[in-house]
């Protein structure tokens, strides 16, 4: 099976920066994904990386080294809503997606 | 409707029934996919469907059934529901099966199985 890890929690302040890492050892790699899950909710996509680098979307920005099998996704100027699940995703040689357990950032005043 | 639906929202079930998720997208999307959703777990593929008429099987597909029988539905069965089927159900379709596809998920069915 797919090995992909990330933290269970991090907690962080309003207006700061967190970095959230995922590991992940896959039989084959076609693309690395991060995803938003608010509480009771659906997950919903952020990025994309399938080449070694960083990828910028506004606030949020992920980086992926194949090589180290890793990868990040950084969240500046954090905000209140921002408080959700985020998931890593790899997307293996069969093109299957395996998801990591997702970690949980508490954003506080 | 816009996207992929789900129903219902939420279900109790007593074990040892059959129960049918009902998923369908409006977006012409070729594939279509069935997680579980379980604390400490992750998201987990059951099934999936890389076009209509095709379906196959993902990382925990016992206990349960799909048919895609059109592009727009997806129906995922429990022929004899168990306790350990007690879980978040998610859809997801994505236009192609591709690596750089993104996959778009439904609202989710919360099943409680006694």
């Known amino acids: 099976g797919q090995n992909i890890d990330q933290p269970t929690e991090m907690t962080a302040t309003e207006g700061a920066i967190v970095q959230i890492n995922c590991t992940y050892q896959t039989s084959g790699f076609n693309g690395l994904f991060w995803y938003q899950q608010h509480a009771g909710e659906a997950p919903t996509f952020l990025s994309y990386?399938?080449?070694?680098g960083l990828e910028e979307k506004g606030r949020f920005s992920s980086f992926l080294s194949r090589s180290k099998g890793y990868s990040y996704l950084l969240l500046k100027e954090l905000q209140m809503k921002d408080s959700a699940s985020y998931l890593c995703a790899v997307r293996d040689g069969d093109y299957k997606l395996s998801f990591g357990a997702g970690t949980t950032v508490t954003v506080r005043a | 409707i816009a996207g992929i639906t789900q129903a219902p929202t939420s279900q109790i079930l007593a074990a040892g029934r059959r129960m049918t998720l009902r998923c369908t997208q409006d977006?012409?999307?070729?594939?279509m996919y069935w997680y579980r959703q379980d604390l400490g777990l992750g998201l987990r593929l059951i099934h999936y469907?890389?076009?209509?008429?095709?379906?196959g099987k993902g990382e925990v597909p016992d206990g349960y059934s799909v048919s895609r029988a059109n592009t727009d539905d997806f129906p995922l069965t429990l022929a004899s529901a168990v306790p350990s089927q007690t879980s978040v159900y998610f859809c997801?379709?994505?236009?192609?099966?591709?690596?750089?596809?993104?996959?778009?998920f439904g609202p989710g069915t919360r099943l409680l199985v006694l």
């Open positions: 977006m012409r999307h070729n594939a």
């Open positions: 997801a379709s994505s236009e192609r099966a591709g690596a750089q596809e993104t996959q778009y």
């Open positions: 990386n399938v080449l070694d």
């Open positions: 469907s890389n076009t209509a008429g095709t379906t």
